[in-house]
């Protein structure tokens, strides 16, 4: 997950940024890559990943806590 957040961090500076998660091969882990599509993390336009770093950069501005691993 915390993949995701850095992609979304760096695709608000970035607009041209690739999602590191889109280059987890099918063949090779398909099981992981269903995953990664059902959870919408994978597999979506530019426009939704957009879309979803600004909601992230708003919910980090307003005090929100970044991803982070304990």
Known sequence: MS???LFLTELNWNPNAINPLELVPESFW????DLL???QYIGQ???YYLRESDKYMDYLSKGGRPFKLD
């Open 30 to 33: 398909p099981e992981v890559t």
């Open 3 to 5: 993949i995701w957040f």
């Open 37 to 39: 599509i059902e959870a």
């Open 45 to 47: 336009s530019r426009n």
